[in-house]
Every structure is written in structure tokens, then in C-alpha cells.
């Protein structure tokens, strides 16, 4: 099967700069998360869709950080406008459903604010 | 607070000895506990998860609830075996499941 799309690999961009990241997950799969993994850190929950409803988007700073999910299918991150601190990895992931089911990674996007 | 700590962030073994990677929880529901791999170029990908009860690969996890730990083991380990390895729990949360991940252990076999 295919698995989860992400683009751009690779991103470099000035501080108060804005991005977007993309992510096609696996065909059927009602849940999406997205995850920011910081150097020496293991992957950080941002935003969980179920279908295009938001689950849980405790830890994403709502004040720069956007996502979207409006079909239900692909989804897109938005950092408006960047700082340096969100140099990481983001890693989108989806699975058939919530809950103890196998979450399936994308190959992330690496972010460099400078 | 959940948490889940992965105290090594590095261990080295030689080929052909027994490996553990330690994995501590914090959560006082009923815990669901996975391993993830991270092969070197290659995504992020599920090892094992405790209610399945498998051997993958070769490597066990058993979850001990007393002593909230979930510690990956193998008995032989293998050169290819080197990775990095996220130990991940999930909980119900406000508005539906999470999963938290510990910070990593990078496994290095040597020849």
C-alpha cells in the first residue's frame, strides 16, 4: 500500500518568514496527526484530526500554528510568522482509527528557521 | 502528568549479546504501550505493541505494571539492529486517544 506523502522533504527560511507543510495520508484512514520532533527529542503531538474534526490540538501554539484537514483527507500545517525554535522535523502520521491502532509516519519535513 | 522516559539516550552493544532499552511510564489509567523504530534514511515505523503479545524482529517487550515499565529486550542482537527506538503510550484524553513518545534510545551494534 502507499504510505503517507509529506512534502517539501526539506525547508530552510528567515525567522518571521511564513511555510506550509503538506500531507497525504493512507487512503482510509480517518485519523491524522501531526507531530514536531525537535533534535534529541522524541516526536511531539501538535494537532490529531479525526475525519476533519480536531481531536486534540492542546500543545500546538495556536498563535503562529495553523492546521487544516477540510475533505477529511490531505492536510496542511501552516507556521505564520516562523520562529527559530521551530527548527524540527514535522512528522504527519495517520491510522484506520483512534485509539490502539498502528499509526503510520510520513517521512517528514525538516524545518531550518535562521 | 503522562509521561514516558527512555533513561538511556544511547547504548552500545556488541554483536551477539543481549540488549534492553529501557521504557518508564507515567499514567495512572490502563496503559496501551508500543515500541517505534527509526532505521537510519527510513521512516518512522511500528516494532511491537503490548496487546499483540509478539516477537518481532526477534525483540520481546513485556509491560509490568508494578513497575510501570515496558522494556524492549532481545537476546542476540544484530548489527542491523542498530536504530533509533521510541517507546510511545497511548491514553484516552480529553476528546479521544493521544500518544505520547519518550525521547529515544539509538541502539548501536557493534561487529
Known amino acids: 500500500e502507499a504510505g503517507v506523502a509529506q512534502s517539501p522533504r526539506y525547508k530552510i527560511i528567515e525567522k518571521r518568514q511564513s511555510v506550509a507543510f503538506w500531507c497525504n495520508p493512507i487512503s482510509g484512514h480517518a485519523t491524522l496527526y501531526w507531530y514536531q520532533q525537535i533534535l534529541g527529542q522524541g516526536p511531539k503531538l501538535l494537532i490529531q484530526f479525526q475525519n476533519n474534526g480536531v481531536v486534540d490540538d492542546s500543545q500546538l501554539p495556536k498563535d503562529r500554528f495553523s492546521a487544516e484537514r477540510l475533505k477529511g483527507v490531505d492536510s496542511t500545517l501552516k507556521i505564520q510568522p516562523a520562529k527559530l525554535e521551530d527548527s524540527a522535523v514535522y512528522l504527519c502520521a495517520s491510522s484506520l482509527e483512534q485509539g490502539v491502532t498502528t499509526a503510520f509516519f510520513g517521512q517528514g519535513t525538516r524545518l531550518t528557521v535562521v | 502528568a503522562q509521561r514516558v522516559t527512555q533513561p538511556e539516550k544511547l547504548l552500545s552493544v556488541f554483536k551477539g549479546a543481549p540488549v534492553e532499552l529501557k521504557c518508564n511510564y507515567s499514567?495512572?489509567?490502563?496503559?496501551?504501550l508500543f515500541w517505534y523504530v527509526q532505521y537510519s534514511r527510513q521512516r518512522l515505523q511500528l516494532l511491537l505493541r503490548h496487546i499483540s503479545r509478539e516477537s518481532i524482529k526477534g525483540f520481546t517487550a513485556d509491560l509490568n505494571k508494578g513497575e510501570t515499565s515496558f522494556h524492549l529486550k532481545k537476546p542476540f542482537a544484530q548489527e542491523e539492529d542498530s536504530a533509533m527506538y521510541y517507546c510511545a503510550l497511548t491514553l484516552w484524553s480529553t476528546g479521544g486517544f493521544k500518544t505520547i513518545f519518550g525521547a529515544g534510545t539509538r541502539l548501536f551494534v557493534k561487529a
Open positions: 499514567y495512572s489509567g490502563s496503559p496501551e
